[in-house]
């Protein structure tokens, strides 16, 4: 079933230059780009974004550094979308993630791990529409 997930290439891969590299990927999988743009997160946008998180004694540091820089944000959709994303991210540790993935080649460590992906089709509907209005997303 087509889906949509919501990525982040985040400030540590836009810094080590690999944001070709990591869209190369996605369109490799069938993962089609259908919205994208590179935004500096101010440090309260990044805290909405992980708003589920902030109990979490990594949530300060977790949002100083996705507001450290420019990211890009894609909508990818294509069949099982969040799941198929998840496996080519690979684990959150990038020390634990298989060869092949994107964290395990570009990943520095469990928090400077180069993107995110939606985890569920709700968080991938609230995670799209906080940075995509409709009409900015194509099929
Ligand atoms: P994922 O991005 O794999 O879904 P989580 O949702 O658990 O992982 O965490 C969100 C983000 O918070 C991670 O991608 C990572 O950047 C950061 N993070 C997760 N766990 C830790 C930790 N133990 N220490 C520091 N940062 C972390
Ligand atoms: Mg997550």
Redesign the pocket.
């Given at each position: 079933m087509s889906e949509r997930t919501l990525a982040i290439i985040?400030p540590d891969a836009v810094k080590k230059h690999v944001i070709g590299d990591i869209i190369h990927r996605y369109e490799q999988v069938g993962l089609k780009p259908v919205a994208m743009k590179m935004l500096s997160m101010s440090k309260s946008v990044a805290e909405g974004f992980?708003a589920?998180?902030k109990a979490?004694?990594?949530f300060g540091?977790?949002c100083d550094?996705?507001s450290s820089g420019p990211a890009v944000v894609l909508v990818l959709q294509g069949d099982n979308a969040i799941k198929k994303n998840?496996e080519l991210?690979g684990?959150?540790?990038p020390a634990k993630a298989d060869a092949g993935t994107i964290r395990n080649a570009h990943g520095t460590?469990?928090?400077?791990?180069a993107?995110?992906?939606s985890?569920s089709p709700e968080t991938a509907q609230f995670e799209i529409g906080y940075f995509f209005p409709g009409m900015e997303i194509f099929n």
């Amino acid at each position: 079933m087509s889906e949509r997930t919501l990525a982040i290439i985040k400030p540590d891969a836009v810094k080590k230059h690999v944001i070709g590299d990591i869209i190369h990927r996605y369109e490799q999988v069938g993962l089609k780009p259908v919205a994208m743009k590179m935004l500096s997160m101010s440090k309260s946008v990044a805290e909405g974004f992980y708003a589920v998180h902030k109990a979490r004694p990594f949530f300060g540091s977790l949002c100083d550094f996705m507001s450290s820089g420019p990211a890009v944000v894609l909508v990818l959709q294509g069949d099982n979308a969040i799941k198929k994303n998840r496996e080519l991210m690979g684990a959150t540790d990038p020390a634990k993630a298989d060869a092949g993935t994107i964290r395990n080649a570009h990943g520095t460590n469990i928090e400077f791990n180069a993107v995110h992906g939606s985890d569920s089709p709700e968080t991938a509907q609230f995670e799209i529409g906080y940075f995509f209005p409709g009409m900015e997303i194509f099929n």
